[in-house]
């Protein structure tokens, strides 16, 4: 069962910009804090960039300045618009919510990925 679905990842150019769209299912029907997390080969999982319901933010430091993230409550999507991208931020992008589902569910929900490279 797909509770979270991004969209948007690619091959991009260094210094380029692309954005992901993460969209809830109808069977989520609140969300708290929604995020994205990232994993390169070899490495961890880790935090990139995190929005509560009041739309507070935050990122690793990695990518402040770079990235941004963004939420509709309405439409349950959280967005990552993502510029002057590096080799670096090459990985897995995965969304992120703290939700509760229509069967009384809360927990931590992951979307399923979507790849992000970065190279010219």
């Known amino acids: 069962q797909v509770l979270l679905v991004e969209s948007g990842g690619g091959l991009v150019q260094p210094g380029g910009s692309l954005r992901l769209s993460c969209a809830a299912s109808e069977d989520i029907i609140l969300i708290n804090g929604m995020g994205w997390y990232r994993q390169a080969p070899g490495k961890q999982r880790e935090v990139v960039a995190t929005?509560?319901?009041?739309?507070?933010?935050n990122y690793a430091d990695s990518v402040k300045g770079r990235f941004t993230v963004s939420r509709d409550n309405d439409k349950n999507t959280v967005t990552l618009q993502m510029s002057s991208l590096k080799p670096e931020d090459t990985a897995i992008y995965y969304c992120y919510a703290r939700a509760r589902t229509r069967w009384g569910v809360e927990g931590d929900y992951w979307g399923q990925g979507t790849q992000v490279t970065v190279s010219s």
């Open positions: 929005i509560t319901i009041a739309s507070s933010t």
